[in-house]
């Protein structure tokens, strides 16, 4: 048995739904006619019905990531410590997409976050007023190195 041991998986920051409009253009003026409206802007969601949710919550994400992300092993041979920050949309079908690294660390750490995110089940997506609509997440995710 290895003399490292993981302590993994501190999510922090769950934020919220972020739905991806366009503001409103301002009205175009040709010569002296009349200025021409742009279409009424799409509504913008501040509070929704319906959390995302990984399936089984929070606590099954936690013990999901706890089960699939493995220490890299040149991070190990490294004795390189830290945290990832990982930003992804789940998207309308609870689909995660759009991971990006925040914050990362050598040694393949962030990789293999996107790694397990990459191969996360569906969640159930953002719901407001019935309707399904893609939301931002933040996570972090914690590597130590213990004897």
């Known amino acids: 048995m290895s003399k490292y041991l993981l302590l993994l998986v501190c999510l ?4 919220g739904t972020t739905a991806q409009k366009k503001p409103a253009k301002k009205p175009k003026r040709y010569g002296t006619s009349a200025p021409i409206e742009a279409p009424p802007p799409k509504e913008i969601f501040v509070t929704v019905s319906q959390s995302p949710e990984f399936p ?3 606590a099954a994400f936690q013990k999901y990531m706890l089960q699939n992300i493995r220490y890299p092993a040149a991070a190990r041979e490294e004795l390189i410590e830290g945290t990832v920050t990982a930003r992804f949309v789940v998207d ?3 689909r995660i997409t759009r991971t990006t690294l925040l914050k990362n660390l050598a040694g393949g750490c962030g990789r293999e976050v996107m ?6 089940p569906n ?3 953002y719901r407001h007023n019935g309707k399904r609509i893609p939301s931002v997440f933040e996570m972090s995710v914690k ?5």
């Open 115 to 120: 790694r397990v995110l990459a191969a996360s």
């Open 143 to 147: 590597f130590r190195l213990y004897e």
């Open 12 to 15: 922090f920051c769950v934020l």
């Open 56 to 58: 089984g919550g929070g």
């Open 92 to 94: 309308e079908n609870g």
């Open 123 to 125: 969640w159930t997506p």
